[in-house]
């Protein structure tokens, strides 16, 4: 499973720093990404890392204010968010995408970021 940590309230312009911790599989052979759902809109993929953290990707709409990193040793993935607005808030989820003769991915249950004065 995937448990997401470090979501909370945060005021704008501020910094957050979301953890991703895997257990009961090792995350070095999945692909990351985290993802974030608003209120009332769809979820959307905000960042991705490869499974040796030589390729990342952030979404255009929030490019110079994330950071994905991860950490197979400590078998966690990481999203730095700096520069944080009001329309960051959102459930950010954590996914594990792999394949082995099919995909498989693994989702955790999202933690809440509230960017509010």
């Known amino acids: 499973q995937l448990v997401e940590s470090g979501g909370g309230l945060v005021q704008p312009g501020g910094s957050l720093r979301l953890s991703c911790t895997a257990s009961?599989?090792?995350?070095?052979?999945?692909?990351m990404s985290w993802y974030r759902q608003a209120p009332g809109k769809e979820r959307e993929r905000v960042a991705a890392?490869?499974?040796?953290?030589?390729?990342?990707n952030v979404a255009d709409s929030m490019k110079d204010r994330l950071t994905i990193s991860r950490d197979n040793a400590k078998n966690t993935v990481d999203l730095q968010m700096t520069s944080l607005k009001d329309e960051d808030t959102a459930v950010y989820y954590c996914?594990?995408?792999?394949?082995?003769?099919?995909?498989?991915?693994?989702w955790g249950q999202g933690t809440l970021v509230t960017v509010s004065s």
């Open positions: 009961g599989f090792t995350i070095s052979t999945y692909s």
């Open positions: 996914k594990a995408r792999t394949w082995s003769g099919r995909t498989i991915e693994v």
């Open positions: 890392i490869s499974t040796t953290g030589d390729v990342t």
